[in-house]
């Protein structure tokens, strides 16, 4: 894939692919372009998306695939709940409950750290974020797993229709969860994100169940996967790494730029979508309205104009502008909770042994994930 995506930053940047029946776009400076400029690059991909009613209910709150007005409304709402001050306060929890993970597995010599870590503390983090019951979590997890269908190798950037038409059962199920939930925050609120959506709701009279619940799809899909590709990633990336690893484990302090690199060196989504809202000259090309666009993240972040040695892991790397969570009005809400389990997890880890090595590992394919589907460890305390 990186080979493939140099070949192209140097010989056809911006191009149309009939196979993708997309224009793929794969310097930096494009990307941050189609990226950043979101009158011109719809996020919406309209008609293209595959469409059910249980779908179509729960797109109303998806806001990252929204343009204008509504998509601002509903992120300023849901981004109250992603203060730096919100999410530090998460860690004392956060920790905890890497620390119990890591219990369950003390007393073995070698386990699927995806298994026993990366997959499930992200979709905790989100029930605990969103005040699920701990004993509904397996219900939540159960919905994660089904609702990302990025296991297809040829799945086509909306996804197919028999893909979403499988997601059927888990949605039902999903919304009449959580619509019982609403009624019970409603009843008694609490200190989360269902409480604040729902207040919120009767504050601007805006938000209805439908959206509510969309939202909380949103965050529980852009949440969890990718947020365990990069817990992997960085374990991955330090095994290859080992003069890394041995200065992080004395030096934490230097845990937050490390994180940066993981996600610039592996970015956990390896593109984007958009289309045009209107006919636009990039890179010379001339793209009609209506057509989709795939900005290629992890090409990107490896654009040797944008970033000095690009193939090299520098955990000191600064400036260190990668695009693994996105650019502009879309940017990931979720950018500082991510970064932020995967410090504790790395810190928890290097706390609990001494050495941690990488002996088998498979990984989605590269094309829809950039990360691992499990990853065996074996570890020294
Ligand atoms: C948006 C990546 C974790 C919530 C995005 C976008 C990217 C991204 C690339 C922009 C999509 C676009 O422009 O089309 C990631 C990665 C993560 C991660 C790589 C982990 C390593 C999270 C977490 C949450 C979250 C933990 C919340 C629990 C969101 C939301 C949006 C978003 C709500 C939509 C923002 C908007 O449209 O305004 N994420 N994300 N993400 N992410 Fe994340």
Redesign the pocket.
Known sequence: LLEWCRTHRADNPVHYDERQRSWQVFRYVDVAEV?GDPARYL?DLGDLRPSNPELDLMQRGN????DGPR?RML?GL?SQA?TSKVVTALTPKITTLTGELLDAVADRESFDLVDALAYPL?VT??SE?LGVPAEDRPLFRRWAEQLFPFNEEDSNVAGTQDAMDALIPAVREMIEYFRAQLDRRRARPADDLTTRLVEAETAADKLTDDDIIG?IT???T???V??T??LGNAVLTLHEHPEAAARLRTDRDALPSAVDEV?RYR???PW???RTATEVTLAGQVIPAGDVIMPW?VSANRDEAKFRDPDVFDIGRRPNQY?????????????P???L??RIALGLLFDRYREIAVVDDEFHHPFAMGGAKSLSVAVVR
């Open positions: 990226l996020a806001f990252v695939n929204m998509h992120r849901v992603f992200p983090v989100v974020l939202v949103l965050l529980l852009a949440g969890h990718t947020t590709a990069l996600l970015p956990s989504l984007l979508t958009r993240l695009l693994s969570f996105g650019h502009g009005i879309h940017y990931c809400l979720g950018a909770l991510a970064k389990e995967t």
